[in-house]
């Protein structure tokens, strides 16, 4: 029998890490940042799945791809919508009707940003959200869902 299924999805420009706003988002690419994560997934026994995409409906479908009911199941998502987190009723309604527990991450702190960053439309919909601690966040949100999958 393989690991439980988790799945971390990003969202547009996150692809440009370690180059994009370095003072903001950090040096190190999503490549590191993924395979870190997969083995820190691992050895808490999971398999992680990272995905990333610059369009709005990609995010849509590959939330829908992997709900509740469908044949690659995973157990609870991880997601940095990124510039869509400010604005995507569409990503909104996909998490809600995936019925996963999801966690959203972002690498800034939103609170001490622009004022149009401070509105997410997705915390309502979600576990929780870790924001302001850099990537080290996206650990904190694999501990987070994972304690909240053992836990219940
Ligand atoms: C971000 C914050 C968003 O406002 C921004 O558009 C991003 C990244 C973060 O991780 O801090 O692209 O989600």
């Known amino acids: ?4 299924r988790l799945l971390l999805l990003n969202g547009p420009n996150l692809n440009l890490l370690g180059e994009r706003e370095t003072a903001i988002y950090g040096t190190k690419t999503l490549a590191e940042l993924e395979q870190s994560l997969k083995h820190e997934a691992e050895s808490l026994g999971y398999e ?5 995409t610059n369009s709005e409906g990609d995010f849509v ?3 829908q791809t992997h709900r509740i009911g ?14 869509y987190t400010h604005t995507s009723v569409a990503i909104r309604d996909a998490v809600l009707a995936s019925r996963l527990p999801t966690v ?20 309502d919909v979600v576990l929780g959200t870790v924001s302001g601690f850099g990537l080290y966040g996206y650990t904190l949100a694999l501990l987070a869902l994972v304690n909240h999958l053992e836990d219940v």
């Open 48 to 52: 992680l799945i990272c995905k990333q």
């Open 61 to 63: 479908d590959l939330i």
């Open 104 to 123: 959203e991450v972002h690498i800034s702190q939103l609170a001490k940003r622009e004022v149009f960053r401070q509105k997410s439309l997705i915390s």
């Open 1 to 4: 029998m393989h690991s439980p």
């Open 70 to 83: 469908m044949p690659i199941q995973v157990s609870g998502l991880i997601i940095n919508p990124a510039a």
